[in-house]
């Protein structure tokens, strides 16, 4: 089993910048690849960005030159460093893990084994 524990979600402005953290711990050397989820009221969950253990970084159309995805290995840390925030911006961050590598299909939530529960980052314009 691998948890995972996000962190560091809060209200910003928009054009501010926020960095959300997730904790894993467990079988973490079973994880080939981690991502970043979001859902906003109403809509449904959508993958932001995800970082496979080789290093391979994808990333929405809607974040990039925005968002970075990276990762402590050391610490089982995944971070996402989000400026220039919009007020669409605007969900509840999920971190998901998965025991394989993620591909062209990294956006389908359901491939991930383990998520956590989310934290709230809000922009207001």
């Known amino acids: 089993q691998v948890q995972l524990v996000e962190s560091g979600g809060d209200s910003v402005q928009a054009g501010g910048s926020l960095r959300v953290s997730c904790a894993a711990s467990?079988?973490?050397?079973?994880?080939?690849?981690m991502g970043w989820f979001r859902q906003a009221p109403g809509k449904e969950r959508e993958g932001v960005a995800a970082l496979n253990r080789d290093g391979r970084i994808s990333y929405a159309d809607s974040v990039k030159g925005r968002f970075t995805i990276s990762r402590d290995n050391a610490k089982n840390t995944l971070s996402l460093q989000m400026n220039s925030l919009k007020p669409e911006d605007t969900a509840v961050y999920y971190c998901a893990a998965a025991t394989f590598m993620c591909s062209s299909s990294w956006t389908a939530v359901g491939k991930y084994a383990y998520r956590g529960q989310g934290t709230q980052v809000t922009v207001s314009s």
């Open positions: 467990g079988r973490t050397y079973a994880i080939y690849c």
